[in-house]
């Protein structure tokens, strides 16, 4: 596992984490049994950074990661949490001190620890960036020792800009992918030239950049991929990035023929994302240990080459960037 370092911080985390968003709901049945083989799988393939939130699974994922790092003895990884969409309903208003601290301290007991490594606003709306009091507000929940540091989850690419002129906010979790592409034309040289920590957050696109996906796939009710198709219960570019289910077909079949000897659909994907040395770290979601040990292997894969690279760009620039490009 290669390493790299988290921004401004201390940390040093593995380019490749653990999306925890699996064990904890929304994917359909993940068993809790599954749900610790997974994490396990992932710390022992060398993952040091994990991403979770306060509302997946209403805490239980946040619960699964604690009892699995209690009961293992190497070092304690990075952990992202994140608050503010336990917020019903989802406005700015919500985003104040006393619900922030009344959140993190739900996450403190569910985490099992008395400081959080990183607590990151949960795709707030964007006015909520145009409020320096809440910023200011972090700070102080900082200084007072509950979280080690913030960042912010965001949707657009122009929240991503504007978040990061808060001078606290460390790291800003972002969709990044071959579907998605804009992240990389301005928002990571300023990311770069701020010193912030890029986390790189549905980087297959929901499964569809493993190529295992059909038109004839079938996905529980109680998965997003179901339930979220066209952005019912939240951002449609969480679900398969947003991109029509049909037009995403058709591009990963032109991708398949670039997969280079040695690995997979997958690999593909996740290695282009760390092609860009502005991303800290991608953190594809696993449903069971298998998946979380072939995410880690693609740590160690050598660069695509520059003809790889560009016919990529040019599949998802013909096929896909008309449905997305503009959008976040
Ligand atoms: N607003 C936010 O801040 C936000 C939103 C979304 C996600 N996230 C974070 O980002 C993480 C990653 O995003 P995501 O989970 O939505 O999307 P993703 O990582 O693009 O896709 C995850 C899905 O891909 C499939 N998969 C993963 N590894 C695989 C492998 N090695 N082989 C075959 N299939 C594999 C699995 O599909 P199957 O389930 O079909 O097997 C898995 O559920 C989440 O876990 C969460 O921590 C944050």
Not at 187 to 215: D, M, Q, Y
Not at 235 to 257: M, R, S, Y
Not at 297 to 309: G, K, R, V
Request: net charge neutral.
């Amino acid at each position: 596992m290669k390493t790299r370092l988290f921004g401004k911080t201390p940390f040093t985390v593995g380019d490749i984490g653990f999306g925890a968003w699996q064990i904890g709901g929304s994917w359909g049945d993940v068993s809790e049994a599954d749900g610790r083989a997974a994490l396990n799988a992932a710390l022992d393939a060398g993952m040091t950074f994990i991403d979770t939130a306060d509302v997946y699974g209403d805490g239980r994922s946040e619960r699964i990661i604690a009892e699995v790092l209690k009961s293992r003895s190497d070092p304690r990884p990075m952990v992202a949490t994140k608050a503010g969409r336990r917020l019903n309903p989802h406005v700015v208003e919500g985003y104040n001190k006393a619900n922030l601290e009344a959140f993190i301290d739900r996450s403190l007991k569910n985490l099992a620890t008395d400081s959080l490594d990183l607590l990151q606003l949960h795709c707030p709306p964007t006015e909520a960036l145009y409020r320096p009091e809440l910023f200011a507000a972090l700070d102080d929940i900082q200084k007072a020792g509950k979280i080690k540091s913030y960042g912010v989850s965001v949707e657009k690419v122009e929240e991503a800009l504007k978040a990061i002129e808060f001078p606290g906010v460390v790291s800003i979790q972002i969709i990044y992918n071959l579907f998605r592409q804009r992240p990389a034309d301005l928002f990571f040289k300023e990311a770069k030239r701020k010193n912030v920590a890029v986390i790189v957050r549905v980087p297959l696109a929901s499964g569809l950049l493993t190529g295992k996906i059909t038109r004839d796939t079938k996905f529980t009710p109680d998965d997003h991929r179901n339930f979220n198709r066209h952005g019912e219960a939240f951002d449609v570019g969480e679900t398969f990035a947003g991109v029509p289910l049909e037009t995403g077909l058709q591009a990963v079949e032109e991708l398949k023929k670039l997969v280079p000897t040695g690995t997979t659909l997958a690999g593909l994907a996740l290695r282009w994302i760390l092609m860009d040395d502005a991303v800290t770290v991608v953190i594809p979601g696993a449903r069971n240990a298998q998946q979380a040990r072939a995410n880690a292997a693609a740590s160690d894969l050598p660069p695509l080459s520059a003809d790889t690279m560009a016919a990529a760009r040019a599949v998802c620039d013909r096929l896909i960037a008309p449905h997305v490009h503009q959008r976040w």
